[in-house]
């Protein structure tokens, strides 16, 4: 397979059996056991993408898209082995247009690179996962993260895509315009489809202007479920929140032992505003009054940069900070999303079952969208630790359906999640299946995921 290969993309370095290259692409950061493909190559242009998707489609070879590989549900592991085409070498910003606040990328680009080039320009891509992520990957699997109470996930932000199909065909969807009533949306069917049904190549982002003036909070309170009340009232409140998180104390305390802080061990929100001075020392009194409601026992703002970042550094170090107490252990990751209205009593039952198992772990989450991750430190060879853990998230999924909710707000189905798809969309697996087999008759495009 090698061979025929590099007739297509003729560069020994680009179409890779080395054992260690063959390693870091049969794993991701989850718990999944990892799987090899038997051949990465590291596509430079459309065009050899689509040479590589030809060759595969006609001889039924397995394909799977990998980018920075940070994903949580083992989307990027290739289950049947094959080629595992990694664009991460696609790192080419096409053009930012700031009149029109857009930006034309290729896949391969990490979403830092985007925020270099829209700085200087004033802007920024707004969307944060905590990893480093490549946006073709990010697009995938429809990822968001802190700013979405804002702005939304990646499907709020892709104007247009290039894809390549499973036979080679190069297709483009939307547009440069920001709406269209023309046909169907087939940007976002492609958004979140995590490589099933094309690779994307290429995508036209929305970007938005860096705010003025922009305040970080800091604040402390009694229990998580006075905490999600007060994020929730924020929310209906209309305080105009860029971010709202919810750090538990058990964070709290790894976190300290990791960093060498000394914030009080209690549940803690990080709320931000951005905007103007006026408008954000509006909205900071307002939220200092709801958290003081809820029993707010500290509660601190920062204005400084350099401030604000240390005082973020707790949430986005708090994965960090759980592989740190539990070394030789992987992170088992929840990920259910609720109405806002539902989190304190969801959140409270997430808690007593994470007890319940015994194992060291923490909750986090997006809590001004009803985004929650109950992450539990096990040994994947343990069958009795990764057994507990499966039945906690089969009934912290339980309850957030019951609730309205959804199985997975953020990391998608990819291996972990693909009996609860059927589960919350039972009656529309056939239709998805359909579109499945109308796009990849032949089944090479990521098998063994979603379905």
């Not at 700013?147 to 440069?176: E, F, I, K, N």
């Not at 209309?238 to 976190?255: F, H, K, N």
């Not at 990791?258 to 408008?279: I, N, R």
């Amino acid at each position: 397979m090698r061979a025929e290969l590099l007739q297509l993309v003729p560069d020994e370095s680009r179409v890779s059996t080395s054992e260690s290259v063959l390693q870091q692409h049969g794993e991701d950061l989850s718990y999944h056991p990892p799987h090899e493909p038997d051949v990465v190559v590291f596509a430079e242009t459309t065009e050899e993408v689509a040479d590589v998707l030809r060759f595969a489609n006609e001889r039924g070879i397995a394909v799977t898209p990998f980018g920075a590989g940070t994903s949580l549900e083992g989307n990027a592991i290739p289950l049947r082995g094959g080629i595992s085409l990694d664009l991460t070498r696609m790192t080419r910003i096409l053009e930012v247009r700031p009149d029109d606040l857009q930006a034309d990328v290729q896949a391969g680009v990490p979403r830092s690179a985007l925020n270099a080039a829209a700085g200087s320009h004033g802007l920024f891509f707004p969307v944060d996962p905590g990893a480093d992520a490549t946006l073709g990957g990010m697009a995938a699997t429809n990822a968001s993260g802190t700013t979405t109470v804002r702005y939304g996930g990646m499907r709020a932000q892709v104007l247009a895509l290039q894809v390549v199909l499973a036979d080679g065909t190069v297709v483009h969807t939307g547009t440069r315009a920001v709406k269209s009533s023309a046909g169907y949306n087939l940007t976002a069917l492609f958004v979140g489809s995590e490589g099933t049904l094309g690779v994307i190549t290429e995508l036209t982002l929305r970007l938005y202007g860096i705010p003025d003036y922009v305040v970080a909070v800091r604040a402390a309170f009694p229990d998580v479920e006075s905490a999600c009340r007060a994020a929730a009232t924020m929310i209906g409140s209309g305080v105009a929140v860029s971010r709202c998180e919810l750090v538990d104390s058990e964070t709290i305390r790894q976190v300290n032992d990791f960093k060498g802080t000394d914030y009080e061990v209690m549940p803690h929100l990080f709320v931000e505003f951005g905007g103007s001075e006026a408008g954000v020392s509006g909205d900071l009194d307002a939220t200092r009054e709801i958290a003081e409601g809820e029993g707010c026992t500290s509660f601190t703002a920062e204005r400084d940069a350099a401030a604000r970042a240390r005082l973020w550094d707790a949430r986005h170090n708090a994965l960090h900070a759980l592989l740190h107490a539990a070394p030789g252990k992987r992170s088992y990751a929840t990920d259910v999303c609720v109405p806002v209205s539902q989190l304190p009593d969801a959140i409270r039952l997430g808690r007593s079952l994470l007890d319940e198992t015994g194992q060291l772990g923490h909750i986090v989450g997006h809590v001004g969208d009803g985004n929650y991750h109950i992450a539990l430190m096990l040994d994947p060879g343990d069958p009795n630790e990764v057994a507990r853990a499966k039945a906690l998230n089969a009934r912290i999924v339980d309850d957030a359906l019951a609730r309205g909710g959804t199985s997975t707000g953020e990391h998608g189905v990819g291996i972990g999640k693909k009996e609860f798809l059927a589960r919350e969309h039972g009656d529309l697996l056939p239709l998805m299946r359909g579109i499945k087999q109308l796009l990849d008759p032949k089944g090479i495009l990521n098998p063994g995921k979603l379905f």
